[in-house]
T-cell receptor, first 113, second 115 residues
Framework: NAGVTQTPKFQVLKTGQSMTLQCAQD?????MYWYRQDPGMGLRLIYY???????DKGEVPNGYNVSRLNKREFSLRLESAAPSQTSVYFC????????????FGPGTRLLVL | AQSVAQPEDQVNVAEGNPLTVKCTYS??????LFWYVQYPNRGLQFLLK??????LVKGSYGFEAEFNKSQTSFHLKKPSALVSDSALYFC?????????????FGAGTRLAVHP
């Protein structure tokens, strides 16, 4: 049982390049989330998927798109990377519902030059 | 709007001493509160949560947190700190109105436990 896995661990992009961050969970969770972590700002929600087939915007969705490929996988795409998107990205999942604990992946460190 | 504040950027404690990491919140309605810990180059790990019931919540690794409604606080505590507790700690509150589990995180507090 690997929990939440993310690939890649680290990526360097040039401004304007695109990339997709991958996330998968093997806990049969319904809900999945993408956060970014910046120094002194905690974690901010980019997008979430309450259940398979649905996605919705969080606090900071601009410049990102997501795909809930199936129940296990939830990808985050940067279409045209900008230096302001340099951050650490975390994927999380939870069973469902409003009381449920979210479980986090190890993160992807992204540097945009 | 819902918010969480962690007033200390860093807390320094000697090993064996009690530790407290502070968190205050602002929500409409009943708060659902969480503490997470992040070790270097790792994802966040769940420590404990308060949903309802007993104001003293016990969690992983000997941590506990006290919910105080009148002071709108949810401070994290441990009776005897270990060097291995050194990490970044996040308090979070659920944003209730939308009916999904959106968490609002504080900025984090770095705990340094010295031998």
């Amino acid at each position: 049982n690997a929990g939440v896995t993310q690939t890649p661990k680290f990526q360097v992009l040039k401004t304007g390049q695109s990339m997709t961050l991958q996330c998968a969970q093997d806990m049969n969770h319904n809900s999945m989330y993408w956060y970014r972590q910046d120094p002194g700002m905690g974690l901010r929600l980019i997008y979430y998927s309450a259940s398979e087939g649905t996605t919705d915007k969080g606090e900071v969705p601009n410049g990102y798109n997501v795909s809930r490929l199936n129940k296990r996988e939830f990808s985050l795409r940067l279409e045209s990377a900008a230096p302001s998107q340099t951050s650490v990205y975390f994927c999380a999942s939870s069973v469902a519902g409003t009381q449920e604990t979210q479980y986090f992946g190890p993160g992807t460190r992204l540097l945009v030059l | 709007a819902q918010s969480v504040a962690q007033p200390e950027d860093q807390v320094n404690v000697a090993e064996g001493n009690p530790l407290t990491v502070k968190c205050t919140y602002s929500v409409s309605g009943n708060p659902y509160l969480f503490w997470y810990v992040q070790y270097p180059n790792r994802g966040l790990q769940f420590l404990l949560k308060y949903i309802t019931g007993d104001n003293l919540v016990k969690g992983s690794y000997g941590f506990e947190a006290e919910f105080n409604k009148s002071q709108t606080s949810f401070h994290l505590k441990k009776p005897s700190a270990l060097v291995s507790d050194s990490a970044l700690y996040f308090c979070a509150v659920r944003d209730p109105p939308r009916g999904y589990n959106k968490l609002i995180f504080g900025a984090g507090t770095r705990l340094a436990v010295h031998p």
